[in-house]
């Protein structure tokens, strides 16, 4: 069983930056892929960005490149979201999981375990 807690959440100007951390309780942390996905109220659960668990490999959402980094430290059994140039339509539950498909798992059903998710609300 792993256990995934989010935090890091908050409010920020529209433009700012918010680093959202995902701590996993689980000893084989490091055999995931992990994921961030995001929600707003009425809408699907999107896909943002995941790292694999071998090479670190990352892939993200097209609404993101270049402005979000997912990293992880399997030391800490942490992953990262480092959220840059923040806009108004990055509002919604931030959501990690992890996975243990292989390949690069965009999909929901792909992932295995879910946090709480943490709320991010980006101000114009």
């Known amino acids: 069983q792993v256990q995934l807690v989010e935090s890091g959440g908050g409010l920020v100007q529209a433009g700012g930056s918010l680093r959202l951390s995902c701590a996993s309780s689980?000893?084989?942390?490091?055999?995931?892929?992990m994921g961030w996905f995001r929600q707003t109220p009425g809408k699907e659960r999107d896909f943002v960005a995941l790292i694999s668990r071998s090479t670190g490999t990352t892939y993200y959402g097209d609404s993101v490149k270049g402005r979000f980094t997912i990293s992880r430290d399997n030391a800490k059994n942490t992953i990262y979201l480092e959220m840059n140039s923040l806009k108004p339509e990055d509002t919604a539950v931030y959501y990690c999981a992890a996975s243990n498909a292989y390949g690069a798992p965009i999909r929901r059903d792909n992932y295995n375990y879910w946090g709480q998710g943490t709320q991010v609300a980006v101000s114009s």
């Open positions: 689980g000893r084989t942390f490091s055999s995931y892929t």
